[in-house]
């Protein structure tokens, strides 16, 4: 059974096995969470995202799907990249955004990760309405097979951290 645990913060000052990035599908870096990671983290993770990207993701990662690299200097073992949907008014992507949360949990599970900090993908620049986003984040944690013994959302406002608060019992 995964515990689900919330705190309010900065996400990369977390100590977890792995910590989740709300990437783009460059690899290469943005703002946000992401601009936080490759900051906090140093240049060791942008190395292996290079690698990446030389090789299997040559195109990029795709939306929904999930990758581990190191941590470089972050108190984790692996950071796990995934490339959250830009929110649409007129499409619905939740299949996606559902997507990022299973797949990073399936590349946890085969590193053997145990303690995986999320933030709350795709809420910021990618414009993900928060009651919704963390509907689907909780539900799709609660919904998936999983080894990880605690998924920690690590929301970074009040508003993040209650939308958050009103999905647990
Ligand atoms: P996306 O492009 O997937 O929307 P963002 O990084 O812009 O990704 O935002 C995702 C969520 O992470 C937003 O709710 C934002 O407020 C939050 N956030 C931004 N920086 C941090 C951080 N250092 N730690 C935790 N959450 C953060």
Redesign the pocket.
Known sequence: MTRITLVQ?????QTADAIVN???SSLLG????????HRRGGPAILEDCRKLRAGHYGKGLPTGQAVATTAGDLDARWVIHT??P?HSRSEDRSEQLASCYRESLRRADELGARTVAF??????????P?DD?ARIAVATVRETDTAVEEVRF????DR?YEAFAAQLP
């Open positions: 913060g900065d996400i990369t000052r709300a990437a783009n943005g703002g946000g969470v992401d601009g936080a990671i490339v959250g830009v933030p709350a993908v795709s809420t910021g620049i990618y414009g993900w928060l986003g690590v929301l970074f406002d993040a």
